[in-house]
Structures are given as structure tokens and as C-alpha cells.
Nanobody, 120 residues
Framework: QVQLVESGGGLVQAGGSLRLSCAAS????????MYWYRQALEMQRELVAT???????NYLDSVKGRFTISRDNAKNTAYLQMNSLKPEDTAVYYC??????????????WGQGTQVTVSS
């Protein structure tokens, strides 16, 4: 059983910053790629950022230069630093990760989501 706990969402004014965290726990041997997604109201979920086990990152075009994904492998935690926030960044942000369990099986889990609201 693997659990993801997200934190750090909230209400911020445009131009402000937030830092999201996603802590994974449970029967994890190794975490491979970690992802941050977001879903705005009545919109499809979209991939915001990814980070591989060796630190390679990729970003949605609209967040490049403003968001930074990082990870702490010792803590099984991913972060999303969000700067220069815009109202269009308002969404529920979800953490997702690929992992190998202690029993050698591959798995993928989602966090519960954390609301980010950017006021204009």
C-alpha cells in the first residue's frame, strides 16, 4: 500500500508564490518518475511537470520559467515551486508517481489533490 499526501495549496494573489509538497509512504522500494498534474474547473487534467529519478525535468509550456519541480529521494517527496502565479494557474493540483514496490511490482499512485487559487 502506497499513500501520497499533498500539501501547500492555498489562496494567493497574482504574482505570488506557493510551494507544493507530495510525500509518499508505504511499501516503496524505489520511486521512478514523479509528476504534477492540475485540473481546472470543467477542464481536463493536464500534465504540469515531471522529474525523473536522475533529475531530468520537463514542463508544460505555459509554466516554463515560473514553476520548478524538484525531489528529495531520501524523503520520497516531490515539490513544485510556483512563482509569478497567474489566475489561469487556478486548479486542483495532483501528485502522481511511478514506483517499484518492496515486492518488485510496478505501481502508479495519485495524491488526493490540493487546491491552488490565484486571485487577480
Amino acid at each position: 500500500q502506497v499513500q501520497l499526501v499533498e500539501s501547500g495549496g492555498g489562496l494567493v494573489q497574482a504574482g505570488g508564490s506557493l510551494r507544493l509538497s507530495c510525500a509518499a509512504s508505504g511499501s516503496i522500494l524505489r520511486i521512478n518518475t514523479m509528476y504534477w498534474y492540475r485540473q481546472a474547473l470543467e477542464m481536463q487534467r493536464e500534465l504540469v511537470a515531471t522529474i525523473t529519478s536522475d533529475g531530468r525535468t520537463n514542463y508544460l509550456d505555459s509554466v516554463k520559467g515560473r514553476f520548478t519541480i524538484s525531489r528529495d529521494n531520501a524523503k520520497n517527496t516531490a515539490y513544485l515551486q510556483m512563482n509569478s502565479l497567474k489566475p489561469e494557474d487556478t486548479a486542483v493540483y495532483y501528485c502522481n508517481l511511478d514506483y517499484i514496490s518492496r515486492w518488485g511490482s510496478w505501481g502508479n499512485n495519485w495524491g488526493q489533490g490540493t487546491q491552488v487559487t490565484v486571485s487577480s
